[in-house]
């Protein structure tokens, strides 16, 4: 036995750019906050060629769970071609050798800023999201260690008193985005900024989702076939923005959550925001072929 | 000296509240020193002392805020059994919820200043569980009503209002969920001499019509002498001297409450 | 039927900051029976309003007995809890006082009211009688849901006095309550201690005048040192 048989030749970098130290804790990290769904679990957040704040803990979850074969599709906002996804996607790529692809369909592992893809996952997927604030309490207890007993004690009351507050001042709730959601009847958890629209899609999903914050240096989970639930009044039905009825000027798909265009009039037209759901309706359009999958929303509304 | 007071034989019902040997240290300062009390159901004790003299410790203590190193504290309600400084964080927090009402002095260690007041009262009942906006809205509106706060002002948040009205902001939250207790911290101190009378008499009212036993702190004898049934007489962390309001008041026995009494204008 | 029976009463005060004991009364004996009246005797500063207060445990007594019966059999109430007194007073001892502790924003038929809501009556109930208990003591009907704080000395005392005796107790105790009272109205006061008397109600007094109460009298206790601890109603000079 020799040093050279024990040790791997030296190599410029480990394979999906992270050593293998870290990838061991954050599958442990992965691990344990599915098994606790919806907790927050701390890790270590390693650096990676990318500024925090712009997905490297969803970077870092991805470049964990892929193998030369995964195929990895990257959306920023709904869309694969924006120059931050563009670029973790081809970033993966490279230091992992794994395929890619922009349909939703194709994909192993979807790494998402904001969004979930209208069609519907399956089991064998995983989605992926970049958490900018993982502590749904914060706005109602900015010191973390009197949060964390709070999450302990399932002392949620505040997050009410957040959402009595909307409405006695505005008459409705105005959380938009990161709508805070009891996970397996247990914890509250930011499901990251993900519009309303996005959040009863993980109400007993079929798929994996994960959510890190690299910054934050938090990880957490929905594990396949959990509950997710808005929190909301027993009185005051939790409402996704009113987009159920918008078409999309470029492909003409309606019943999907829409980009608003503002116009030189002052009106406003509306672009489908999963992109590669736009292309996908184009396609069929212009007799190309039927390519999309079965989606979460039917026209314009999700089925209880 | 003065004779030994039996026990009680007429009244059988148990003390609501009993405290029983407490003690704190704060470091080298003795902040209570094996110091026992009770309260009969309806009761209105009332705890002066001069400040440092651990009567608002004491309080503290009664609402699980503070743990002493020493003694016991029991509340005789269902559902409630055994020491209540050995229960746990989450026990604690559900107790107080439930059970107990409480009115600082200072108002931003009882209320978000920022949020609404009738939210700081829904509050209390979100703790305790409760998911529907309309019963939240009507259960804070009483509440608010009942302590005399005027409901035009219903969402008002408490840093836009006046010290009296912030009073009653915590009255309305400290009483939302009909606690068996209702712990007062100097609660007219700082106040308007008018301001304070108004205060004074929504408590005595709220005692009236609801029978809710009180355990109130003060260093303002007027204050105690308008609501306290029974009064004891803290000093340096010790109980000097306890009796009917009108005794202590007019007959003190102990030399500082004399001097107590006498220093009254 | 014997009411209270007080053996070898002594009260005094101590004050602390004086380093001075100031005697007050010592070895007071006597008996009160049920429907009887006594009048307390005595120089000024003889102790008779100190006496009425010992009894009610607003002193505290430094020896002897205050042996009464209540309700709940025999009690000393030199000795009993602080929270059995707080309850006997709600029940069956009442006090007379001169003035009335009127408080801001309560109605002077809800002071009158309070000691029945306090013994369990019903809210509508409790303000029927003591609107009926003003009207005996003269207080015209505007006045009933008025704040006392703002009337004259008369009308107060006429509010004081309804508060004091709307419910029949056991025992009463009395102290000048006729002061600043108009004729009508003191009166009215006669006629209804006559009603509580014969009811059963033990009343002791003290009167600057005693002819108001006169025919009320039963016995004399004369608190002046060395004079004779009882006297029977015939032999008040007076």
């Not at chain 1, 010191?143 to 004690?153: E, F, K």
């Not at chain 1, 109400?203 to 890190?212: R, V």
């Not at chain 1, 027993?234 to 003409?252: F, I, M, N, Q």
């Not at chain 3, 002791?204 to 005048?209: A, D, L, N």
Request: charged residues 25%; proline residues 6%; glycine residues 8%.
């Amino acid at each position: 036995m020799s040093l050279s048989t024990l040790t791997k030749p030296w190599e410029a970098m480990s394979y999906g750019f992270l050593d293998g130290s870290a990838k061991r804790e954050l599958r442990r990290k992965m691990l344990k906050s599915v098994a606790v769904p919806g907790c927050q679990m701390p890790y270590a957040s390693r650096e990676v060629p990318m500024a925090r704040g712009w997905g490297t803990g969803g970077l870092q979850v991805s470049l964990t769970l892929v193998n030369p074969q995964t195929r990895v599709k990257v959306i920023d906002q709904g869309a694969d071609d924006s120059v931050n996804a563009a670029s973790i996607r081809r970033f993966i790529a490279r230091v992992a050798g794994t395929p890619t692809t922009m349909d939703t369909l194709d994909a192993d592992l979807i790494q998402s800023r904001h969004r979930i893809p209208e069609e519907i996952l399956r089991e064998d997927q995983v989605l992926v999201l970049q958490v900018p604030n993982p502590e749904p309490l914060r706005p109602v207890q900015p010191n973390t260690s009197i949060a964390r007993q709070m999450h302990a004690d399932a002392d949620y009351g505040r997050m009410w008193l957040q959402l009595y507050e909307q409405i006695v001042r505005s008459g409705r709730v105005m959380q938009g985005a990161s709508y805070p959601s009891l996970v397996h009847g247990r914890h509250v958890m930011t499901p990251s900024p993900i519009p309303r629209w996005d959040v009863p899609k993980l109400h007993m999903a079929k798929h994996l989702t994960i959510l890190s914050a690299g910054r934050e240096k938090r990880i957490f989970a929905v594990p396949p076939y959990t509950r997710v639930e808005p929190l909301v009044f027993s009185d005051v039905p939790y409402k996704v923005e009113e987009h159920g009825a918008l078409t999309c000027t470029r492909s003409g798909t309606t019943g999907f959550f829409m980009n608003e265009i503002p116009q030189d009039d002052g009106s406003s037209a509306f672009e489908v925001s999963d992109s590669e759901w736009g292309v996908k309706t184009i396609r069929a359009r212009d007799g190309e072929g039927e390519s999309r999958g079965e989606t979460w929303y039917k026209d314009g509304e999700m089925p209880q | 000296m003065t004779l030994t007071l039996d026990a009680p034989r007429i009244v059988e019902t148990r003390p609501l509240l009993e405290v029983h040997g407490v003690s704190k240290a704060y470091g080298p300062v003795q902040a209570v020193r094996n110091v026992s009390a009770h309260a009969y159901p309806g009761e209105v004790l009332g705890i002066v002392g001069e400040s440092g003299s651990g009567k608002s410790t004491l309080l503290r203590m009664m609402n699980l805020e503070e743990i002493p190193e020493d003694g016991s504290y029991t509340l005789d309600l269902p559902d409630v059994s055994g020491n209540l400084f050995e229960l746990d964080r989450f026990a604690r927090r559900m107790l107080c919820a439930t059970k107990i009402g409480i009115v600082y002095q200072n108002p931003h260690l009882g209320l978000l200043m920022k949020h609404s007041s009738s939210g700081n009262v829904a509050e209390r009942l979100l703790v305790a569980g409760e998911r529907s906006f309309a019963t939240l809205r009507a259960a804070a509106t009483e509440a608010l009503d009942a302590s005399e706060f005027p409901l035009d002002r219903l969402d008002a948040p408490p840093i836009e209002l006046s010290g009296g009205m912030q009073q009653r902001v915590q009255l309305a939250k400290a009483i939302a969920l009909e606690p068996a207790l209702l712990l007062l911290d100097e609660p007219t101190t700082g106040l308007d001499v008018s301001v304070q009378a108004l205060v004074l008499d929504t408590l005595k009212r709220l005692q009236q019509d609801r029978h809710i036993t009180m355990v109130i702190v003060s260093h303002d004898l007027g204050v105690i002498r308008t609501l306290a049934d029974r009064v004891m007489v803290m000093r340096r962390g010790e109980v000097v001297e306890t009796g009917l309001a009108d005794q202590i008041f007019q007959d003190p026995q102990h030399p500082y409450t004399q001097q107590l009494v006498h220093a009254k204008l | 039927m014997t009411v209270l029976d007080i053996q070898g009463l002594t009260k005094g005060f101590s004050l602390h900051h004086l380093a001075k004991d100031i005697p007050a009364f010592e070895d007071i004996s006597f008996r009160v029976a049920a429907g009887e009246f006594v009048l307390l005797k005595g120089a000024n500063g003889a102790g008779k309003s100190t006496l009425l207060r010992t009894l009610y445990r607003s002193y505290l007594p430094l020896s002897g007995e205050i042996r009464f019966h209540s309700s709940h059999g025999l009690i000393d109430l030199a000795r009993a809890a602080d929270v059995d007194v707080a309850h006997l007073r709600r029940t069956e001892i009442g006090f007379v006082t001169q003035f009335l502790t009127a408080r801001p924003r309560v109605s002077a038929e809800a002071i009158v009211a309070e000691p029945l809501r306090l013994a369990g009556w019903e809210p509508e109930a409790a303000l029927d009688a003591a609107r009926k208990a003003l009207a005996t003591f003269g207080v015209k009907p505007d006045l009933w849901a008025a704040y006392p704080t703002t009337f004259s000395g008369g009308e107060q005392q006429k509010v004081n006095l309804a508060r004091a005796l709307i419910l029949p107790q056991k025992l009463l105790m009395l102290d000048e309550p006729t002061a600043s009272l108009d004729a009508n109205a003191r009166a009215a006061l006669v006629a209804r201690l006559q009603e509580l008397k014969d009811q059963g109600t033990a009343m002791i007094g003290v009167f600057h005048h005693p002819d108001d109460v006169m025919h009320l009298i039963d016995r004399v206790v004369d608190l002046t040192p060395d004079a004779a601890p009882q006297e029977e109603r015939d032999d008040v000079a007076l």
